[in-house]
Structures are given as C-alpha cells and as structure tokens.
C-alpha cells in the first residue's frame, strides 16, 4: 500500500501489475489481522500483517 493510497485503489494497482486484468468494482469481502499474522524479520523489524479480501467485478484484459 502507498501513502495516500485507499484499500481499494491498492487492490487496483496490484492486480494489475501482477496480472494486467483490470477490474470495474471491487466489492469487499473480508479482511484478517491479528496476532496469527504477526512477523519478525532478522533484522529485528516486527509487524502485524492485514490481509483484505476484494472480489473483482467486470474484470477485462
């Protein structure tokens, strides 16, 4: 995710640079966070992941 950037528009840019699908509407599903999704790099660095889930409606090549 990028500064200024929403859940949504994050879902966007990234569905696209990792397929080249664009996508209508995203309509939300489900988010997940917590302490399952705790990690700690070797460098010492901890963080708490949150994973949230869109479908995509109207996706086109």
Known sequence: MELRESLEQTAKRELFEE???KVKNFRFVDIFSGKDL??????N????NIICIFLAEGVKW
């Open 19 to 21: 397929t080249g699908l």
């Open 45 to 48: 660095d901890e963080v708490y």
């Open 38 to 43: 705790y990690f700690k790099y070797p460098n």
